[in-house]
């Protein structure tokens, strides 16, 4: 399984930036995605994720109502809708999948098994 995230940028505090993630390889869509972000010299930490059907969602406090995760009717491109930037959201952005058979919203790193290669959100005060 592979992913690939896009849509990283520069953007201006209040501004929106909206990220995808194309997953492919896999031989059925029945995965779970999360986003992570890693910020310079921080831990990764979860940031949103959404079950394989598309109907369940979970997110980190932080980004609750500015941020909106959604996945397409193919269920293999996942977008994140990033509203109301602030600079603490400047991070590099990561999408993970989990095997097939773990379909929950889960918000620990440990769940995923299959990781893209991240995207770079720079967010200027």
């Known amino acids: 399984v592979q992913l690939q995230a896009s849509g990283g940028g520069l953007v201006q505090a209040g501004g929106s930036l909206r990220l995808s993630c194309v997953v492919s390889g896999g031989t059925n869509s029945d995965y779970s995605v999360a986003w992570f972000r890693q910020a310079p010299g921080k831990e990764r930490e979860f940031v949103a994720a959404i079950s394989w059907s598309g109907g369940g969602t979970n997110y980190a406090d932080s980004v609750k109502g500015r941020f909106a995760i959604t996945r397409d009717n193919t269920k293999d491109t996942i977008k994140l809708q990033m509203n109301n930037l602030t600079p603490e959201d400047t991070a590099v952005y990561y999408c993970?999948?989990?095997?097939?058979?773990?379909?929950?919203?889960?918000?620990?790193?440990?769940?995923?098994?299959?990781w893209g290669q991240g995207t770079l959100v720079t967010v200027s005060s």
């Open positions: 993970a999948a989990t095997r097939p058979e773990y379909g929950g919203t889960y918000a620990y790193a440990a769940a995923y098994d299959y």
